[in-house]
């Protein structure tokens, strides 16, 4: 297995993507995720993914903290849809009512921090996903493009 020492991301593995483990609070408790740094075997990782990681990791616990109102605020939006598509047998299970961000931890559990290649637009796109229990194939991604939240969906929004 390929190994890179970085001075911005760290102690890296490659299998498919640059990763390592990263630890941060969600849902105001300690998780370990993985850190995915997006990049084809060979390349060279760009220097707005590195900044991306750099601003991130900064103010790690604002970004977390913004998309947990974000998801929230998604899944109350959404939820009676995911309710009525499972019908009454599951959806007590797949989509339960939810009355407060500390719940999210019973649907949303934090999986990987992925920090997509930008392909020359010098964007910095940090995408946090997320399994889900309403969206078990298609997961769950908070999408932050230059530091701002740019958008809320399945894990296609950010792979």
Not at 19 to 35: E, M, Q
Not at 40 to 60: L, P, T, V
Not at 62 to 81: T, V
Not at 114 to 122: A, R, Y
Request: net charge negative.
């Amino acid at each position: 297995m390929k190994k890179l020492k970085d001075q911005i991301l760290g102690d890296l593995s490659y299998e498919y993507a640059w990763t390592r483990p990263y630890h941060c609070i969600f849902l105001g408790k300690k998780v370990s995720v993985n850190l995915v740094v997006s990049c084809d075997e060979g390349d060279e990782i760009d220097y707005s993914q590195r900044e991306a990681f750099q601003r991130f990791d900064e103010k790690a616990d604002a970004f977390l903290a913004q998309a947990e109102e974000a998801i929230f605020d998604y899944y109350q939006n959404n939820c009676q849809e995911y309710r009525e598509r499972f019908g009454i047998e599951f959806a007590d299970e797949m989509a339960p009512i939810i009355h407060s961000q500390s719940q999210l931890g019973n649907v949303v559990f934090f999986t990987e921090i992925f920090i997509k290649q930008s392909f020359g637009v010098n964007e910095r796109i940090v995408g946090l996903l997320y399994d889900c229990s309403w969206e078990p194939s298609l997961g769950l991604a908070v999408k932050f493009v230059d530091e701002c939240l740019d958008e809320v969906g399945v894990q296609d929004i950010v792979l």
